[in-house]
């Protein structure tokens, strides 16, 4: 299923900086699908992890490099 969620960035006159982005439980919630609900919560906390890492926030992002990645035979 395809997930049409829209991030923005915007920065104030100020300095301050703000991401905005469309929640998933708002766009899969009109489904009434508890599986899609489950999954639209976690992709939420994933992107709310996300914008803190990127604004330089303490967070769990970057995640821990996979064992294969960087590795030669």
């Known amino acids: 299923m395809y997930a049409p969620i829209r991030v923005s960035l915007f920065e104030e006159p100020e300095g301050v900086v703000q991401f905005v982005f469309d929640t998933p439980t708002s766009i899969f919630g009109s489904f009434g699908d508890k599986r899609l609900k489950e999954v ?7 992107l709310d992890e996300l914008c803190l890492f990127a604004g ?3 967070s769990k992002w970057p995640l821990p490099a996979l064992p294969w990645i960087g590795q030669r035979d």
């Open 40 to 46: 639209a919560e976690a992709l939420e906390e994933e």
């Open 56 to 58: 330089g926030w303490p």
